[in-house]
């Protein structure tokens, strides 16, 4: 192998933000070309490719042990061109288990998580390396561009500094906000959005965001779905260096597989946030081992992240996921104690706004706009129908998680999550209803004007 070159200067190549291709010859000396999903980086002198559905490189592996393999950087668009000689092949271990995160985030993209799906890691020895020359830049000169500097990523010290804000959070509220803004103030990452497991275990809600247009609170991803559904199925990070390059190339995947009737068109994923986002870095937010939410993080730019910015962000998730247990924790004590609220006169008077409430999935609309459904929007439901019965204005936690309405789980109601998503659905919304913190465990419902309640059967 040439000494010029070390593969590990090569990082950003292996990032998998533009696909590699790969070359392989029959022993009649006939040559195949195809795309490989991901090349992953094994040691100094070995790479693993992504052994999805290349049959016909399978074929000529085993008449002729040799590959050739072009690379790309994704900053510099720089090629490089691996000669490799085939080892072994690998069903499990670490490398195959890298290899099949990023596959499957591959896959998320077109919806083909059933068929796209990683069968093998194939181990290869790279027997030689060698940049390939460029074309004439429009300078006139030639050569390799210069690489950008390297990121150094979060230092320790401004890591400390969100974890010391984050440590004195006395409410869900306040914790979630101050991740999102710590991120962006402390640590650089401009768009990020926090997102909790719901009650059944089976979605991620969104519970706040940073940097984006819309703050989304209240949108919902299944586990296994995108980036960031697969990184709470697998309790791994998911990093995506060149999305919108990947989309394409899933989607041409896709299409080369249902023009031979392979498989039926999966859906498109369509994954909330940053407006042609080139990177994407979800890591899974873990406290004592299960699974809290995912914290995710967006660029325009691609292979954005690195190995640096994965732990980094992995030790904040860590910290918030067990500030989050245990601020949910003193909420069901203070709320088990709190006294019975009062009630209060009725407000007539003032705009009418008419309330839809739809019993099948609690759908929520305020004068034909969509505002929430599922618990958010039962919990809304309820709490008018009481304001409007007797004048209802003040609540507790407790009392609304005792609700038979509901059907709260005894365990993991995430009753503080959703009104706190309630409330900031309301006030994204301007709405003529509101929710406001009083104390521990008890909150106020503000309404201004009059209410028109209506309710759809099942």
Same mark, same amino acid.
């Given at each position: 192998? $040439?000494?010029?070159?070390?593969?590990?200067?090569?990082?950003?190549?292996?990032?998998? /933000?533009?696909?590699?291709?790969?070359?392989?010859?029959?022993?009649?000396?006939?040559?195949?070309?195809?795309?490989?999903?991901?090349?992953?980086?094994? !040691?100094?002198?070995?790479?693993?490719?992504?052994?999805?559905?290349? *049959?016909? =490189?399978?074929?000529?592996?085993?008449?002729?042990?040799?590959?050739?393999?072009?690379?790309?950087?994704?900053?510099?668009?720089?090629?490089?061109?691996?000669?490799?000689?085939?080892?072994?092949?690998?069903?499990?271990?670490?490398?195959?288990?890298?290899?099949?995160?990023?596959?499957?985030?591959?896959?998320?993209?077109?919806?083909?998580?059933?068929?796209?799906?990683?069968?093998?890691? !194939?181990?290869?020895?790279?027997?030689?390396?060698?940049?390939?020359?460029?074309?004439?830049?429009?300078?006139?000169?030639?050569?390799?561009?210069?690489?950008?500097?390297?990121?150094?990523?979060?230092?320790?010290?401004?890591?400390?500094?969100?974890?010391?804000?984050? $440590?004195?959070?006395?409410?869900?509220?306040?914790?979630?906000?101050?991740?999102?803004?710590?991120?962006?103030?402390?640590?650089?990452?401009?768009?990020?959005?926090?997102?909790?497991? !719901?009650?059944?275990?089976?979605?991620?809600?969104?519970?706040?965001?940073?940097? &984006?247009? /819309?703050?989304?609170?209240?949108?919902?991803?299944?586990?296994?779905?995108?980036?960031?559904?697969?990184?709470?199925?697998?309790?791994?990070?998911?990093?995506?260096?060149?999305?919108?390059?990947?989309?394409?190339?899933?989607?041409?995947?896709?299409?080369?597989?249902?023009?031979?009737?392979?498989?039926?068109?999966?859906?498109?994923?369509?994954?909330?946030?940053? *407006?042609?986002?080139?990177?994407?870095?979800?890591?899974?937010?873990?406290?004592?081992?299960?699974?809290?939410?995912?914290?995710?993080?967006?660029?325009?730019?691609?292979?954005?992240?690195?190995?640096?910015?994965?732990?980094?962000? =992995?030790?904040?998730? *860590?910290?918030?996921?067990?500030?989050?247990?245990?601020?949910?924790?003193?909420?069901?004590?203070?709320?088990? =104690? $709190?006294?019975?609220?009062?009630?209060?006169?009725?407000?007539?008077?003032?705009?009418?706004?008419?309330?839809?409430?739809?019993?099948?999935?609690?759908?929520? &609309?305020?004068?034909?706009?969509?505002?929430?459904?599922?618990?958010?929007?039962?919990?809304?439901?309820?709490?008018?129908?009481?304001?409007?019965?007797?004048?209802?204005?003040?609540? =507790?936690?407790?009392?609304?998680?005792?609700?038979? *309405?509901?059907?709260?789980? !005894?365990?993991?109601?995430?009753?503080?999550?959703?009104?706190?998503?309630?409330?900031?659905?309301?006030?994204?919304?301007?709405?003529?209803?509101?929710?406001?913190?009083?104390?521990?465990?008890?909150?106020?419902?503000?309404?201004?004007?009059?209410?028109?309640?209506? $309710?759809?059967? /099942?």
């Amino acid at each position: 192998m $040439s000494g010029e070159i070390d593969l590990r200067r090569l990082e950003r190549c292996f990032a998998g /933000a533009i696909p590699a291709v790969i070359c392989t010859r029959s022993a009649a000396g006939e040559p195949n070309i195809t795309y490989l999903s991901k090349v992953e980086l094994v !040691d100094d002198q070995r790479v693993a490719l992504s052994n999805q559905f290349l *049959s016909k =490189t399978a074929t000529n592996l085993a008449e002729h042990p040799r590959a050739s393999v072009i690379l790309l950087d994704p900053a510099t668009h720089d090629e490089y061109r691996l000669t490799l000689a085939y080892e072994r092949t690998e069903r499990r271990g670490r490398v195959f288990e890298q290899l099949r995160r990023d596959v499957d985030a591959i896959a998320a993209l077109s919806g083909m998580q059933d068929v796209f799906r990683l069968r093998a890691a !194939d181990i290869y020895r790279v027997v030689e390396l060698e940049v390939v020359p460029p074309n004439q830049r429009r300078d006139g000169t030639s050569g390799a561009a210069p690489a950008p500097a390297v990121d150094a990523g979060p230092g320790v010290t401004r890591l400390a500094a969100l974890g010391a804000r984050i $440590s004195r959070c006395a409410d869900l509220d306040t914790l979630v906000r101050v991740t999102v803004d710590g991120l962006a103030e402390l640590l650089g990452y401009q768009h990020t959005s926090l997102l909790l497991l !719901d009650e059944r275990g089976e979605r991620l809600f969104t519970i706040a965001s940073h940097g &984006f247009e /819309a703050e989304g609170v209240g949108s919902e991803i299944p586990l296994g779905e995108g980036a960031v559904g697969i990184a709470a199925a697998q309790g791994s990070p998911v990093r995506v260096g060149n999305q919108l390059q990947m989309t394409k190339y899933s989607r041409s995947v896709r299409r080369s597989y249902e023009e031979t009737g392979e498989v039926r068109p999966g859906r498109e994923v369509a994954v909330p946030g940053l *407006s042609n986002a080139d990177s994407r870095l979800a890591v899974p937010a873990l406290a004592m081992g299960q699974l809290v939410g995912v914290l995710v993080t967006e660029s325009r730019r691609p292979a954005a992240f690195t190995d640096i910015d994965e732990a980094a962000l =992995t030790m904040v998730a *860590s910290i918030v996921a067990v500030a989050v247990e245990a601020v949910r924790a003193e909420e069901r004590v203070a709320a088990a =104690t $709190s006294p019975a609220p009062a009630a209060a006169g009725v407000n007539r008077g003032g705009r009418l706004t008419r309330v839809r409430f739809f019993e099948v999935d609690g759908s929520t &609309f305020l004068d034909g706009d969509y505002l929430i459904k599922g618990v958010a929007g039962r919990i809304l439901w309820s709490l008018l129908q009481q304001h409007e019965a007797d004048g209802r204005i003040e609540f =507790t936690n407790r009392e609304v998680r005792l609700d038979p *309405s509901l059907a709260l789980p !005894d365990f993991r109601d995430n009753l503080e999550s959703r009104l706190i998503m309630l409330k900031r659905r309301l006030e994204e919304r301007e709405a003529p209803v509101r929710i406001t913190k009083t104390g521990r465990g008890r909150f106020r419902l503000e309404v201004d004007g009059r209410l028109a309640l209506e $309710s759809v059967g /099942a």
